[in-house]
T-cell receptor, first 112, second 112 residues
Framework: DGGITQSPKYLFRKEGQNVTLSCEQNLNHDAMYWYRQDPGQGLRLIYYSQIVNDFQKGDIAEGYSVSREKKESFPLTVTSAQKNPTAFYLC???????????FGPGTRLTVT | QKEVEQNSGPLSVPEGAIASLNCTYSDRGSQSFFWYRQYSGKSPELIMFIYSNGDKEDGRFTAQLNKASQYVSLLIRDSQPSDSATYLCAVNPEGSARQLTFGSGTQLTVLP
């Protein structure tokens, strides 16, 4: 089955720890995105990548890092520098030449 | 200043009625417009996109775009309880390299 997978579904961490969220797609999409969603709010862009080995900061990149070593994979690291990391994290991908983005199931991160 | 505005609701309609969801955007050069449905605790699902002024119909859903007035709307005919969700409007602002800016969503409840 083609699709976007994110793991884990739920993640719990202690404050001060870095944590990496996985995002994999087998849709052959070139572009991939990471968003954060807080309760009652829309999606805010963290990072995006339009091609392997290249990525750009979104609106709220501070405290996050990414890599894009393979077309299929775009992991997000939430570092200890992120002041309010508890949120719902969504990965999306976009087929080349289009504007539509398709989302994975999300990872709900709780930091205490 | 937010670039995409939606009435947060909640909007309640009886089963079988038409639900009307509205979205306004600030960037006059925006070219592409999207509606996503997000069930509670789940990730957004793309349900409609529209690029040209006028109406676009897909089953019970109709997207309407008026670029002169800078608004896009989603009509859901014959609303069902299963349509109860938050609906996110997304816009591709001019010059944004195919990025999307999301509104904060309108919560719709269809009453049986």
């Amino acid at each position: 089955d083609g699709g976007i997978t994110q793991s884990p579904k739920y993640l719990f961490r202690k404050e001060g720890q870095n944590v990496t969220l996985s995002c994999e797609q087998n849709l052959n999409h070139d572009a991939m995105y990471w968003y954060r969603q807080d309760p009652g709010q829309g999606l805010r862009l963290i990072y995006y990548s339009q091609i392997v080995n290249d990525f750009q900061k979104g609106d709220i990149a501070e405290g996050y890092s990414v890599s894009r070593e393979k077309k299929e994979s775009f992991p997000l690291t939430v570092t200890s520098a992120q002041k309010n990391p508890t949120a719902f994290y969504l990965c999306a991908s976009r087929p080349s030449g289009t504007y539509e983005q398709y989302f994975g199931p999300g990872t709900r991160l709780t930091v205490t | 200043q937010k670039e995409v505005e939606q009435n947060s609701g909640p909007l309640s309609v009886p089963e079988g009625a038409i639900a009307s969801l509205n979205c306004t955007y600030s960037d006059r050069g925006s070219q592409s417009f999207f509606w996503y449905r997000q069930y509670s605790g789940k990730s957004p699902e793309l349900i409609m996109f529209i690029y040209s002024n006028g109406d676009k119909e897909d089953g019970r859903f109709t997207a309407q775009l008026n670029k002169a007035s800078q608004y896009v709307s989603l009509l859901i005919r014959d609303s069902q309880p299963s349509d109860s969700a938050t609906y996110l409007c997304a816009v591709n602002p001019e010059g944004s390299a195919r990025q999307l800016t999301f509104g904060s969503g309108t919560q719709l409840t269809v009453l049986p």
